[in-house]
């Protein structure tokens, strides 16, 4: 060190900079002066990764007597250059503050914001005070953990389920260190989520100055496996199940759950029988039970099993009929006794339809054909087998739906139909069919209202449509709008004649005519 001079510490000259800084601004305010500082930076402010390196550049435009940085990192001294950088290599001081000082006529600064960021070192998912699979409906309480993230204010911690976002946080801690988060997500998963994979995200969202895309760490995915109680197959077992004599049935349980449920049938007076098969006959209770069962619950349902010995069906046909088309029912007997003459019979409600003398074998399927009307719609039909001995078996009833284009109301909407200037008129389209149609107007010019009402009125066109269509047709009425005049003339008529009497007896007629509509009034008196 030569005489007479002596160093500073880094921490002095940069207490002692932002000391002459500061009574720079407070002399400038009291003075009712605030000059801008003579000084550019060439950012307003940097995002550094964490060990990172950064260099900003600061020029005067003036003459000065000295400019430099202050920093606690990378400080350059006092120079009378115009052009100064600050440049760190390793940048490790979170709360870092440099700022670039010039001596003009007065001593000022301008500072250069920095953000220190770091990814996390590892970002996991647990699930709370639970182990092992989840039960349905249940809830459940899932916690990510982010550990070792800067700057926490920065931060988006987001929860995915598949590719599908469900929930994201961010946080308002202004500490610029490292820390630790944990962020929770209450889930209630159905069986559908079994195998589903969850995973959380966190992302540093550093602005436009920041990384782009920004930074983020991503969990390892977290599967979860739901537990849930058995869903029997209706379709494969029906409530009802009908079987004939001497012609055993087999019934089916199968029933979905996690994990495999157990399949059982229950025949009554403690008779269980563990398979997912049953057969049954005429000997079979009227009642049995499949129990389907495992560790998440249990489903039991009840099959109702009768005897039958005839039958009824449509030929290759399910669903509505379609009225004025024809079908076939058969007649399917199985078995009957011991016959082999019998009268069968078809029923309409209540009405014997067709009655034929069949020889048959032990089974016989015997066909009728039918071409419903509208009216046939909810119509009830079966067929009996009468033996020799008057012993008769009857099928169950079989209820038609019958579907049929839609007919529309022409009383209420009939084809012609006047409106008068500035009086507008209502139409109404009502329809029957079934199913019920979908009403539309047609107004040209791909102009088309759904409703059942329309308002026309001397701007409507001289023709629109209504359109009534279901799954079975539609139907189209036309209907003419003839608009009318808005004028009136008013003709008098006065008649006089003498009486018997001393009175004078009149009769005073006249017609108003509107439009191409007249009416005729007489009036006496």
Same mark, same amino acid.
């Given at each position: 060190?030569?005489?007479?001079? &002596? ?51 600061? +020029? ?9 940085? *202050? %920093?606690? *990192?990378? %400080? ?16 490790? *001081? ?45 809830q459940y309480e899932l916690q990510c953990d982010v550990h070792d993230v800067a700057p926490v204010q920065y931060l988006t911690v987001k929860w995915y389920k598949g590719q599908t976002l469900l929930n994201q946080t961010t946080f308002t801690d202004a500490s610029k260190t490292?820390?630790? !988060? ?51 197959? !209706? ?47 005429? +000997? ?8 389907a069962n495992n560790s998440a619950g249990r489903t039991i349902r009840q099959v109702n099993v009768y005897i039958q010995d005839i039958s009824i069906s449509t030929v290759n046909h399910r669903g509505p009929m379609i009225a004025g088309e024809w079908y ?29 003398? =069949? ?21 009830? &039909?079966?067929?009996? %087998? ?44 009502? %329809? ?23 308002? =026309? ?18 139907? =189209? ?31 005073? +007629? ?16």
């Amino acid at each position: 060190m030569q005489k007479g001079s &002596f160093s500073l510490t880094t921490s002095v000259r940069i207490f002692y900079a932002r000391l002459l800084g500061f009574c720079f601004l407070y002399f400038s305010q009291v003075a009712g002066t605030k000059a801008e500082c003579p000084v550019q930076l060439n950012q307003k402010s940097v995002v550094v990764r964490y060990g990172g390196s950064v260099a900003v550049n600061c +020029s005067a435009s003036v003459p000065h007597k000295g400019m430099g940085w *202050e %920093a606690s *990192e990378g %400080a350059v001294p006092m120079t009378t250059d115009s052009l100064i950088t600050w440049n760190v290599s390793n940048l490790i *001081e979170w709360d870092i503050q440099p700022f670039c000082f010039i001596n003009h006529e007065e001593q000022c600064q301008v500072e250069l914001p920095v953000t220190i960021y770091k990814t996390p070192d590892s970002v996991s998912i647990s699930i709370v005070d639970h182990s092992g699979p989840m039960i349905e409906g249940k809830q459940y309480e899932l916690q990510c953990d982010v550990h070792d993230v800067a700057p926490v204010q920065y931060l988006t911690v987001k929860w995915y389920k598949g590719q599908t976002l469900l929930n994201q946080t961010t946080f308002t801690d202004a500490s610029k260190t490292p820390v630790n !988060e944990t962020t929770t997500l209450l889930i209630r998963p159905d069986r559908a989520d079994d195998g589903a994979q969850y995973r959380c995200e966190a992302v540093l969202e550093l602005g436009a100055e920041g990384p782009q895309p920004p930074p983020k760490e991503i969990s390892d995915p977290f599967n979860i496996t739901v537990y849930f109680k058995p869903i029997i197959n !209706e379709t494969k077992l029906p409530s009802i199940v009908p079987v004939f004599r001497g012609y055993p049935e087999v019934l089916v349980c199968e029933a979905e759950g996690n994990p495999k449920p157990t399949i059982s049938w229950s025949l009554g007076a403690n008779v269980i029988v563990y398979n997912e098969t049953l057969t049954i006959s005429e +000997s079979t209770p009227e009642y049995v039970y499949c129990d389907a069962n495992n560790s998440a619950g249990r489903t039991i349902r009840q099959v109702n099993v009768y005897i039958q010995d005839i039958s009824i069906s449509t030929v290759n046909h399910r669903g509505p009929m379609i009225a004025g088309e024809w079908y076939e029912l058969q007649c399917f007997i199985r078995n009957v006794a011991s016959f082999k003459i019998v009268d069968v019979r078809w029923y309409k409600l209540n009405q014997i339809n067709v009655t034929d003398t =069949i020889k048959t074998p032990a089974n016989l399927t015997y066909k009728v054909p039918i071409c419903p009307d509208r009216a046939d719609d909810g119509a009830q &039909f079966w067929c009996e %087998a009468e033996g020799p001995q008057r012993s008769t078996v009857s099928s169950e009833h079989l209820s038609i739906t019958v579907h049929f284009k839609p007919i529309i109301n022409e009383t209420k909407l009939p084809s012609i139909v006047p409106v008068f200037r500035g009086y507008p008129e209502v139409l109404v389209c009502e %329809a029957e069919g079934n199913p019920k149609p979908t009403i539309s107007w047609s107004l040209g010019a791909n102009v088309i209202v759904y409703n059942e009402t329309l308002t =026309i009125s001397e701007s409507t066109p001289e023709y629109v449509y209504c359109d009534a269509n279901n799954s079975a047709g539609r139907t =189209i009425r036309q209907i003419k709008v003839v608009l009318k005049g808005n004028y009136a003339f008013l003709h008098l008529f006065w008649f006089t004649f003498p009486t018997l009497s001393a009175s004078l007896q009149f009769k005073c +007629s006249f017609t108003l005519e509107y439009g191409d509509v007249s009416k005729l009034y007489v009036l006496s008196g």
